[in-house]
């Protein structure tokens, strides 16, 4: 439905080889995307008292931080299709792929993040954390190369879509569009890149960068697409 809803903003000019509707792979993804939502918040039980009730409301922003990232993967995920609207044999495999990806590391994805905001949840009364300090390397580790293989296969995607331009009749500006996006999901594999090896090299002590070094996606994209944009306008002024 919200695919349906969104499909007509993001039309541009299309082409006939272009299969702008929604398609079975894209309803499929959508069921499985809000299977991992149902995922994040499965483990959650109705409150039996008040101080239970409010451990649950304190991990309202681990929760939010969770849905969003998986929002923003299907975001991504969405435009691909919106734009080419491919349904090959190399597209559907990649998109499997995304998708198992996804549902495998939504728990790790919960865990890490609970483990983040731990004292904000459990205040005075904590648990055990359920991990030493040792195996905190590994978690990172885990989470960079969930993170790395989401967008390469990102990359892979709209790597095949530039393959196929001429099929697509894609125009000399969505083509630079194209690759504007294979190098934007390249940088924001590059940062989990360096935080797997962040993981690798660093003591313990300093463990905590490996996952602050993602804030520089931010900047990073920024920055890009100041000039990859400034780039656009001067080369296709006169179109």
């Known amino acids: 439905m919200i695919r349906k809803l969104m499909q007509n903003r993001e039309r541009h000019e299309a ?14 993804s959508d069921g499985v995307f809000a299977f991992a ?36 993967i299907w975001m991504e995920q969405h435009r691909f ?11 559907i495999a990649l998109n499997v ?26 205040g005075g009364d904590k648990p055990s954390v359920g991990i030493t300090e040792a195996q905190v390397p590994a978690l990172m580790q885990i989470y960079s190369l969930g993170y790395m293989a989401i967008y390469l296969l990102f990359t892979l995607m709209y790597a095949h879509a530039y393959r196929r331009a001429d099929f697509l009749g894609l125009t000399d500006i969505e083509r630079f569009d194209c690759r504007t996006n294979i190098y ?20 313990l002590k300093l463990m905590d960068l490996s996952g602050i ?24 002024a006169a179109e």
């Open 81 to 91: 299709f919106r734009k080419y609207g491919l349904e090959d044999h190399w597209t």
């Open 15 to 28: 082409d006939s080889k272009r299969n702008y509707e929604v398609q079975r792979i894209e309803t499929f």
């Open 213 to 236: 070094i993602y804030v520089l996606i931010g900047p990073a994209l920024t920055v890009f697409f100041f000039f990859r944009f400034k780039t656009r306008r001067k080369k296709f």
């Open 184 to 203: 934007k999901q390249v940088i924001s594999g590059g940062v989990g890149v360096s935080s797997l090896i962040c993981t690798l090299i660093l003591p």
């Open 97 to 122: 792929a995304l998708l198992f990806l996804v549902l495998f590391y939504v728990y790790p994805l919960k865990f890490l993040f609970t483990l983040i905001f731990h004292n904000e949840i459990y």
């Open 37 to 72: 939502v149902t995922l994040l918040i499965v483990s959650l039980e109705v409150p039996k008292n008040f101080s239970e009730l409010m451990i649950n409301m304190r991990g309202f922003f681990a929760f939010g931080i969770s849905f969003l990232l998986l929002v923003l």
